[in-house]
């Protein structure tokens, strides 16, 4: 059984930085999109960025591009999430996701079959 844990969430001022790290154990990747998605307090879980496990191909959300850079080690089995240039309207619960893909990045949720229990990003204005 797969298993990814989330780590790096914490409180940061606006224009900080974080890097979230998911841990991926339980399987192999191959042919899986990774995903990291962030849920709001009475907010939809959304997708933030994506990458391509075997090619390393990514995918963002409008709102992230340019700020937030997605990243893989295949050796350590990790997936990074780099925040650069954080704002108030980052703050949520970030989850690491793993679902299969013949070729695209899913954005939906529902495609991802694991999750990670999700970590608290808190940006202060």
């Known amino acids: 059984q797969a298993q990814l844990v989330e780590s790096g969430g914490g409180l940061v001022q606006a224009g900080g930085s974080l890097r979230l790290s998911c841990a991926a154990s339980g399987r192999t990747f191959s042919s899986y999109a990774m995903g990291w998605f962030r849920q709001a307090p009475g907010k939809e879980r959304e997708f933030v960025a994506g990458?391509?496990?075997?090619?390393?191909?990514?995918s963002y959300a409008d709102s992230v591009k340019g700020r937030f850079t997605v990243s893989r080690d295949n050796v350590k089995n990790m997936v990074y999430l780099q925040m650069n240039s954080l704002k108030p309207e980052d703050t949520a619960v970030y989850y690491c996701?793993?679902?299969?893909?013949?070729?695209?990045?899913?954005?939906?949720?529902?495609?991802?079959?694991?999750w990670g229990q999700g970590t608290q990003v808190t940006v202060s204005s």
């Open positions: 996701a793993a679902g299969f893909t013949l070729a695209t990045i899913p954005t939906n949720p529902s495609a991802y079959t694991y």
């Open positions: 990458l391509e496990w075997d090619d390393g191909r990514t």
